[in-house]
């Protein structure tokens, strides 16, 4: 079956450590993105790619890296310049095109040791 | 900087009732709105997706509509089941750019 996956489902972090989540998709889609969930709020975009080795920010990109190596691929690293990055975070993919859904995978949830 | 609210932040109604949950947005200027169901714990299930062209969209015993002038859409669930119970987000989408999207409606059906 088609699908987004994400892994691991949940992560710790110990101070001053980067963390990589990895997101990989095998629905052909072009576009991917990292959005980050606190409790209670609602969804914030940290960074999205529409094609292979290219990325731009979105609203919260400080503290993040990411990279587009391949299509199917789209890690996040939560560098240790990330202060707050316990939250649940969420990767989501769609076809090229402003009317395409996007689908979304199970999330990875970061916590801090 | 485009805002999503919805409303109200939780429901908690009887089985069998019909229900409306409302989103409205700031900016008028959207490709499409799309509405979401989140479980526990889980990831973003895709419900409908609305296009700026469009008035409204129908999946079974759901209904959204969408004024785009007024910055407003509501969903629409007919004869709710406990197996509705979830949050329900919605999203405003401006392109390929990525969705902005409200806190939620956070969703109970009372058997």
């Known amino acids: 079956d088609g699908g987004i996956t994400q892994s691991p489902k949940y992560l710790f972090r110990k101070e001053g450590q980067n963390v990589t989540l990895s997101c990989e998709q095998n629905?052909?889609?072009?576009?991917m993105y990292w959005y980050r969930q606190d409790p209670g709020q609602g969804l914030r975009l940290i960074y999205y790619s529409q094609i292979v080795n290219d990325f731009q920010k979105g609203d919260i990109a400080e503290g993040y890296s990411v990279s587009r190596e391949k299509k199917e691929s789209f890690p996040l690293t939560v560098t240790s310049a990330q202060k707050n990055p316990t939250a649940f975070y969420l990767c989501?993919?769609?076809?090229?095109?402003?009317?395409?859904?996007?689908?979304f995978g199970d999330g990875t949830r970061l916590s801090i040791l | 900087k485009q805002e999503v609210t919805q409303i109200p932040a939780a429901l908690s109604v009887p089985e069998g009732e019909n229900l409306v949950l409302n989103c409205s947005f700031t900016?008028?200027?959207?490709?499409?709105l799309q509405w979401f169901r989140q479980d526990p714990g889980k990831g973003l299930t895709s419900l409908l997706l609305i296009q700026s062209s469009q008035r409204e969209q129908t999946s079974g015993r759901l209904n959204a509509s969408l004024d785009k002038s007024s910055g407003r859409s509501t969903l629409y669930i007919a004869a709710s089941q406990p197996g509705d119970s979830a949050t329900y987000l919605c999203a405003v989408g401006g392109g390929a750019d990525g969705l902005t999207f409200g806190k939620g409606t956070h969703l109970i059906i009372q058997p």
């Open positions: 629905l052909n889609h072009d576009a």
């Open positions: 900016d008028s200027a959207i490709y499409n």
């Open positions: 989501a993919s769609t076809r090229q095109g402003a009317n395409q859904p996007q689908h």
